[in-house]
């Protein structure tokens, strides 16, 4: 069926770096923007990212600017999400999702966990 | 930016109760407007997009609406299965796509 199944995550120092990526099935992947979606423990949600479906395009939320690098392969159907110089406030659950066009974020990872802490 | 401002943070109401949560844009964001559910634990889902076209399965105790700026979505009879936080995001494909705070509903 229609899945995006995320890996990386982990715990990292701060100031670290950190990849996370999300493996797209079943569906046109190249046809969708994309993005991410990141939810600190016991908080809302909070969108970081989006790349378009040629990933010529991309913006970013102010908290991760310059921080973060959204990038996707078509050819292998997989979402990037490059973090670096983490922040204490990085830590959260990270959900990469697709975009279908005007109607939402219809599918959704499992979430990946990233945890900055000395 | 456009904000997003949702109220309330929470509610507790009674099962059959009619529930209703807001959302105000700052500025004009026409029809684009969805509505998510996320229950404890799992990932978030679609319920309405369009600020009121109700996303396939999701039963139609559930509806949005507009006016102006602020948008509505209401339970109309809530159901035990309805405990979830709720959350409003703008979409008119402007960056950034802010996602409002998130309204906890529980059952009384």
């Known amino acids: 069926q229609v899945q995006l199944v995320q890996s990386g995550g982990g715990v990292v120092q701060p100031g670290g770096s950190l990849r996370v990526s999300c493996d797209a099935s079943?569906?046109?992947?190249?046809?969708?923007?994309m993005h991410w979606v990141r939810q600190a423990p016991g908080k809302g949600l909070e969108w970081v990212a989006i790349i378009s479906s040629a990933g010529n395009n991309e913006y970013y939320g102010d908290s991760v600017k310059g921080r973060f690098i959204i990038s996707r392969d078509n050819s292998q159907n997989t979402l990037y999400l490059q973090m670096s110089s983490l922040r204490v406030e990085d830590t959260a659950v990270y959900y990469c999702a697709r975009d279908f066009f005007s109607s939402g974020l219809d599918v959704w990872g499992q979430g990946t966990t990233v945890i900055v802490s000395s | 930016d456009i904000q997003m401002t949702q109220s309330p943070s929470s509610l507790s109401a009674s099962v059959g109760d009619r529930v209703t949560i807001t959302c105000r844009a700052s500025?004009?964001?026409?029809?684009?407007l969805v509505w998510y559910q996320q229950k404890p634990g799992k990932v978030p889902k679609v319920l309405i997009y369009g600020a009121s076209t109700l996303h396939s399965g999701v039963p139609s105790r559930f509806s949005g609406g507009r006016s102006g700026t602020d948008f509505t979505l209401t339970i109309s009879s809530l159901q035990p299965e309805d405990v979830a936080t709720y959350y409003c995001?703008?979409?008119?494909?402007?960056?950034?796509?802010?996602f409002g705070q998130g309204t906890k509903v529980e059952i009384k």
């Open positions: 500025q004009g964001i026409s029809n684009y």
């Open positions: 995001q703008k979409y008119n494909s402007v960056p950034p796509w802010t």
């Open positions: 079943e569906f046109s992947f190249s046809s969708h923007d």
